[in-house]
């Protein structure tokens, strides 16, 4: 193949949905060994590329090309007969069975006898040569961290021998340990001709991984551009279509806070948090960072009352409490916002109004004991119209909503529960800048409504712009305060790393 000729090619992709031009005759290209970057908020088009090029949608126009031949997928099945590999956000591994069970299912060697120890084999040879020989392939994938399952799915869509890779999301449950291997496997596989498509919101990991990036905005191609002469300042940019100061609107981190309204004194959580000592104000906004692994999620966890082993003293308004579930810490006022949206923040079969009112029902409850609906249906409406979630009606199930509309589900069932602090941990983790943005904006109105507002975050940028006050851990201790109007990203960055003037 001559080296002008894209591994890729798709030229002119139009796509429509009732009412919607998902796609307007963008082109898209990816070189043999070039990982490029596919990026664009909600609904800029990155989900519907990539389902026509895996045969799920057919486009009304354009062509696609692999290696300079015109190609034409009329299912799933023909694309990865092509040759083009799609690891999805979602998992798509079956609980019950094996690591090796799941990299090989519906491919099993044997013919009408399975032939296990081939497949243990295989799937051992496969690991090692991706660098996770420390997966036990007979491990059954639902006793396993989410992490280790996001490789395995990874691998058993590598298993195929694509030559085209999609990752959509692939690092959003990833810890730093998990994110640097995956990222080593991608720079092997890209040594070794495979053209890999990349869509992800954390930008510096574009920047450290990627050769070439496209944006896509509002179904429309904006640029591609070379990932080594761009900064991830203006990747934001592009991306959101606007400056960067105005997509964080500060409010020059207004320092008029007076009234105490949490303290924490001498906190210990287990062996992971040795010393935090601080107090939180009325309508102020607190970022809480630190290298992965700080101390930081297990503080704000404690304060919720879901940790075991925690002493130290806790005091509301002055008052001395004790916070052992998380029933008691919402008695107090205290609500958290989970990283983990799926698992732990939302029932994902229930509506979204369900959601909202899950945690207020005893409202909605006569003394007959029969539920309000009506009353139940208005509050939650309200919610949706302040928070504007995008949902077709309150009555749609929550697991239909994206990332960052799941997470105002969340925020909208501890307003309408009408707590006094509220914790975010990693609050616009794998959600796209369009939605980060309203999120921001939505933390300042709580802080200028007086709620006490704590951000835990490992996004320095992010902590920097939304923050009065940061606080930084350092192996497990509370090691730094500043004003965030008073400290400079470079600042912030040596303390997080324990650097200490």
């Known amino acids: ?98 690591v090796a069970d799941n990299i090989f299912l519906g491919r099993e060697p044997g013919g009408l006898v399975i032939d296990e120890a081939a497949i243990l084999q295989r799937t051992t040879d496969l690991l090692r040569q991706l660098g996770m020989k420390d997966i036990s392939t007979r491990a059954i994938v639902d006793t396993l961290p989410l992490a280790q399952q996001q490789l395995i799915e990874i691998a058993k869509v590598l298993a195929y021998r694509p030559r085209i890779l999609v990752l959509d999301e692939p690092t959003a449950a990833l810890a730093e340990e998990e994110t640097a291997l995956l990222l080593n496997i991608l720079r092997g596989l890209r040594q070794q001709g495979i053209g890999i498509i990349y869509i992800s919101h954390r930008f510096l990991e574009i920047l450290d991984i990627c050769d070439r990036a496209t944006v896509l905005r509002n179904g429309q191609l904006v640029t591609v551009v070379d990932t080594t002469s761009i900064t991830e300042h203006e990747l934001i940019e592009l991306t959101i279509g606007e400056k960067l100061q105005d997509f964080f609107q500060s409010d020059a981190h207004s320092d008029q806070h007076s009234e105490t309204v949490l303290e924490v004194e001498q906190l210990r959580v287990g062996n992971v948090v040795r010393s935090a000592s601080f107090a939180l104000k009325r309508g102020e906004i ?33 008052q001395p409490i004790f916070v052992g ?65 995008k949902a077709a009606t309150p009555e749609v199930k929550v697991e239909t909503l994206s990332g960052g509309n799941q997470q105002k589900v969340i925020l909208g069932k501890w307003l309408l529960r009408d707590l006094e602090v509220l914790i975010f941990i990693s609050p616009t983790q794998g959600i796209d800048v369009g939605a980060k943005a309203e999120i921001y904006q939505q933390l300042r109105e709580l802080a200028a409504q007086g709620k006490t507002i704590l951000v835990v975050s490992e996004d320095h940028l992010e902590i920097l712009n939304i923050s009065h006050r940061i606080f930084v851990m350092y192996r497990g201790e509370l090691a730094r305060i500043f004003a965030a109007n008073a400290v400079t990203e470079t600042e912030l960055l040596a303390a997080i790393q324990g650097v200490t003037a």
């Open 286 to 318: 607190v970022g809480l960072t630190g290298l992965l692994g700080a101390g930081q999620n297990e503080v704000a966890r404690a304060l919720f009352g879901v940790m075991p082993e925690v002493s130290g003293v806790l005091k509301r308004r002055g």
């Open 1 to 98: 193949m001559s080296a002008s000729v894209p591994l890729l090619e798709m030229r002119g992709i139009t796509k429509h949905f009732p009412g919607l031009t998902a796609l307007d005759q963008v082109d898209f290209s990816v070189q043999a060994g070039e990982i490029h970057a596919l990026i664009g908020q909600n609904g800029a088009g990155k989900s519907t590329l990539m389902k026509i090029l895996a045969g799920v949608y057919g486009a009304e126009q354009g062509q696609i090309f692999i290696e300079g031949s015109l190609v034409h997928f009329d299912s799933p099945r023909a694309a990865l007969a092509a040759g083009i590999g799609i690891v999805y956000q979602d998992l798509s591994l079956v609980p019950k069975l094996s």
């Open 325 to 389: 579930s998380a029933r008691a810490a919402i008695k107090q006022g205290i609500g958290l916002l989970t990283e983990h949206r799926k698992t732990e923040g939302l029932v994902l079969e229930m509506s979204v109004q369900e959601n909202i009112t899950l945690p207020s029902l005893r409202r909605f409850v006569s003394a007959a004991a029969l539920l309000l609906r009506r009353n139940e249906t208005r509050a939650a409406g309200k919610i949706v119209t302040e928070l504007r979630v």
